[in-house]
T-cell receptor, first 115, second 112 residues
Framework: DVKVTQSSRYLVKRTGEKVFLECVQD?????MFWYRQDPGLGLRLIYFSYDVKMKEKGDIPEGYSVSREKKERFSLILESASTNQTSMYLC??????????????FGPGTRLTVL | DAKTTQPPSMDCAEGRAANLPCNHS???????VYWYRQIHSQGPQYIIHGLKNNETNEMASLIITEDRKSSTLILPHATLRDTAVYYCIVRGGAGGSEKLVFGKGTKLTVNP
């Protein structure tokens, strides 16, 4: 059974802390993604990576960075957490699209609260 | 911005077919239509995708109009577990962007 796992289901941090959200996939996928989901705003793409050490900004990268040192692991870093980064964070992975097929597999999400 | 328009919410009776519409009037020739759903407190889950032909799998059917400007996802016999937010997404095929742009989706409520 394919699996995307995220390091924590719930996380509470204080303003100004450095926060690491970890995502691991066991499907040997090239692509990995980080989204955040907020009520009324849907899912928004923060960063994605299409290969080890490669990354591209998504729609809302400000205040975040990412790291992909190994193919199976994609980390989202909040350098100095702020209250407006309180959100649900979702990680996903996929293989490169072939003949239109591009299924992204999602993890269960991490609900981050910044106090 | 999402390239699709969906109703914000729909209701369906358990055991009946749920027909979820999606407008994508600006779709281009090499773009596919994808459907995902998100059950409460879970990550989104892929359902089905298509280019221009109708598609069916074990979860649902996808009907795409001939002009490809709209489509309908059909859940033939909705159950309570199908209550979720359903997202219609348009994206390019092989060689196109790997990103999916999620809009706000349709919240489907299946009632007993």
């Amino acid at each position: 059974d394919v699996k995307v796992t995220q390091s924590s289901r719930y996380l509470v941090k204080r303003t100004g802390e450095k926060v690491f959200l970890e995502c691991v996939q066991d499907m040997d996928h090239e692509n990995m993604f980080w989204y955040r989901q907020d009520p009324g705003l849907g899912l928004r793409l923060i960063y994605f990576s299409y290969d080890v050490k490669m990354k591209e900004k998504g729609d809302i990268p400000e205040g975040y960075s990412v790291s992909r040192e190994k193919k199976e692991r994609f980390s989202l870093i909040l350098e100095s957490a702020s209250t407006n980064q309180t959100s649900m964070y979702l990680c996903a992975s996929s293989s490169p699209a072939r003949q239109g097929y591009n299924e992204q597999f999602f993890g269960p999400g991490t609900r981050l609260t910044v106090l | 911005d999402a390239k699709t328009t969906q109703p914000p919410s729909m209701d369906c009776a358990e055991g009946r077919a749920a027909n979820l519409p999606c407008n994508h009037s600006t779709i281009s020739g090499n773009e596919y239509v994808y459907w995902y759903r998100q059950i409460h407190s879970q990550g989104p889950q892929y359902i089905i995708h298509g280019l221009k032909n109708n598609e069916t799998n074990e979860m649902a059917s996808l009907i795409i109009t001939e002009d490809r400007k709209s489509s309908t996802l059909i859940l033939p016999h909705a159950t309570l577990r199908d209550t979720a937010v359903y997202y219609c997404i348009v994206r390019g095929g092989a060689g196109g962007s790997e990103k999916l742009v999620f809009g706000k989706g349709t919240k489907l409520t299946v009632n007993p």
